[in-house]
C-alpha cells in the first residue's frame, strides 16, 4: 500500500496564526483527502484535494478557513487559517489506492493545539 | 449527503469470545464499506472492507457482512484476543462521492 508522510507530526501553535500541513505520497495516486479527527471523536473529511484545480469542501469547510494545494500527483498541503482553540485536532491526510484492491490509506496525522 | 450511525459506542467482550459492531447507512447509492482500526495516539488502519456487488467477506478471525435492502452492515471478530482492544470505526462511500464518511466508533475492550 502507498506510504504517508505527514509534516509536522505535532504542533502547538498560537490563536490567529496559521499552520500548513504537509502530505508527501511514495507514489502518484489520484485521489487525496483531508480529514479532522477532534480528540476522542470520529473522522470528518474536510475536503478532497483535487490535483491542478481547487479542492472540493464538505459541508460545514470553506476554502478561506482550509487552503488546500495539490501541485502534483504524490504532495498536497492543508493550511489551518487563523487559528482559534476549537481548532486544536488531529489533521489526517488520506489516499485511495490505485489498482484492484482500492482502499483508503491514511497519514500518520498531525495533532494541532493551538492556545 | 451520507449519514453513518454505528453502534454500540462501547463493547466489552470475554476474551475468547465474539464481538459484533453493527453500522447504518442513508445512501442506498453507497458502494464501499470499510472498517478500521485506531490504537491510541495511531492512525486508522483499514482491517477489512466489502464492496455493494459482495454480501459477505471474511479474512482469517474478521468477517464483514453488508445487507443492501435494510441498508447495513456489520463487523464481526470472532476468537477475540487482547490486541483486539481498539477502537473501530465504520464507514461509508456515498454514491457520487470520493471520500468516507464515518461512524462514530466502538471502543471494544477484551477483557482478560
Known amino acids: 500500500s502507498a506510504v504517508i508522510s505527514q509534516k509536522p507530526s505535532r504542533d502547538i501553535c498560537q490563536r490567529g496564526t496559521s499552520l500548513t500541513i504537509q502530505c508527501q505520497v511514495d507514489?502518484?495516486?489520484?485521489?487525496m483527502f483531508w480529514y479532522r479527527q477532534q480528540p476522542g471523536q470520529s473522522l470528518t473529511l474536510i475536503a478532497t484535494?483535487?490535483?491542478?484545480?481547487?479542492?472540493?469542501?464538505e459541508s460545514g469547510f470553506v476554502i478561506d478557513k482550509f487552503p488546500i494545494s495539490r501541485p502534483n500527483l504524490t504532495f498536497s498541503t492543508l493550511t489551518v487559517s487563523n487559528m482559534s482553540p476549537e481548532d486544536s485536532s488531529i489533521y489526517l491526510c488520506?489516499?485511495?489506492?490505485?489498482?484492484?484492491?482500492?482502499?483508503?490509506?491514511f497519514g500518520s496525522g498531525t495533532r494541532l493545539t493551538v492556545v | 449527503g451520507e449519514n453513518v450511525e454505528q453502534h454500540p459506542s462501547t463493547l466489552s467482550v470475554q476474551e475468547g469470545d465474539s464481538a459484533v459492531i453493527k453500522c447504518t447507512y442513508s445512501?442506498?447509492?453507497?458502494?464501499?464499506f470499510p472498517w478500521y482500526k485506531q490504537e491510541l495516539g495511531k492512525r486508522p488502519q483499514l482491517i477489512i472492507d466489502?464492496?455493494?456487488?459482495?454480501g459477505e467477506k471474511k479474512d482469517q478471525r474478521i468477517a464483514v457482512t453488508l445487507n443492501k435492502t435494510a441498508k447495513h452492515f456489520s463487523l464481526h471478530i470472532t476468537e477475540t484476543q487482547p490486541e483486539d482492544s481498539a477502537v473501530y470505526f465504520c464507514?461509508?462511500?456515498?454514491?457520487?462521492?470520493?471520500?468516507?464518511?464515518f461512524g462514530k466508533g466502538t471502543h471494544l475492550i477484551i477483557q482478560p
Open positions: 445512501d442506498s447509492a453507497s458502494n464501499y
Open positions: 466489502i464492496r455493494s456487488n459482495v
Open positions: 464507514a461509508a462511500r456515498g454514491g457520487g462521492a470520493d471520500g468516507l464518511t
Open positions: 488520506s489516499v485511495e489506492e490505485v489498482g484492484g484492491a482500492g482502499g483508503y490509506t
Open positions: 484535494a483535487n490535483q491542478g484545480s481547487e479542492a472540493t469542501y
Open positions: 507514489s502518484q495516486v489520484t485521489m
